[in-house]
């Protein structure tokens, strides 16, 4: 494995367990035993962390340590804030060629969102429901083509799941399954106006449902 992809290994890796509060806010960051656990030298886990740091999941206290980015309420209000803009600006713009190629993939959505477990209120479940809906979004702004637009939502979408992992069982995931299934339906149809709608009122209810959380 080069440098480069130990890099990308270390960077993909401490921002999947800082999501998933596995690294929780404010815990260091042990870059020995993360390389030892990739399997890596440390410089690599060390470059990831300058990556990190630049977006936002890291602080860098000089001569010290490295620790979790604390969360803090405003912070929570900004990320769905710029998530509500760009997200439904994406969905609004999707064009009808966009839509009819992955008509597939949406399908599929639909099929996996219909059967979703939701009954079942174990952490486990829970924590796979929170990995299906962050892949939920993603998919569905991928559809857009411009990679610019869609990378800065996705890491918009990264940061407000944090708060959700944060709160465990505080999501309705019957509300959630209900909403993504309006958006797909709106998808499906060709209304990508219905579509935006419903995704700026599921954004709403999940930015309120996490400040009710804090």
């Not at 401490?14 to 815990?27: L, N, V």
């Not at 959505?109 to 059967?115: A, F, I, P, R, V």
């Not at 998808?187 to 930015?207: F, M, N, Q, R, V």
Request: negative net charge; charged residues 25%; hydrophobic residues 40%.
């Amino acid at each position: 494995m080069d440098r480069y992809d130990s890099k990308l290994l270390a960077l993909n890796y401490m921002k999947e367990q800082i999501i998933t509060c596995a690294m929780p806010p404010g815990s260091s960051i042990q870059i020995p035993e993360i390389a030892e656990t990739l399997g890596i030298s440390k410089t690599p886990v060390r470059e990831a962390l300058l990556e990190l740091q630049h977006e936002g999941y890291v602080t860098v206290i000089p001569r010290k340590r490295t620790i979790v980015a604390k969360i803090s309420l405003q912070d929570l209000k900004d990320i769905y804030d710029a998530r509500s803009l760009v997200e439904i600006h994406i969905l609004s713009h999707l064009s009808s060629g966009e839509l009819e190629s992955n008509r597939e993939t949406l399908l599929h959505l639909k099929e996996q969102w219909q059967d979703i477990e939701i009954e079942d209120q174990s952490r486990e479940t829970y924590m796979a429901f929170l990995k299906a809906d962050l892949q939920f979004h993603r998919t569905i702004i991928q559809f857009f083509r411009n990679p610019h637009l869609v990378h800065f939502c996705e890491e918009l979408i990264c940061k407000s799941q944090r708060f959700w992992y944060m709160a465990l069982f505080n999501n309705r995931m019957d509300v959630v399954r209900e909403e993504h299934l309006q958006i797909l339906d709106a998808l499906l149809s060709g209304d990508t106006a219905a579509a935006a709608a419903y995704c700026e009122k599921h954004i709403s209810i999940s930015k309120a449902l996490s400040i009710l959380s804090e």
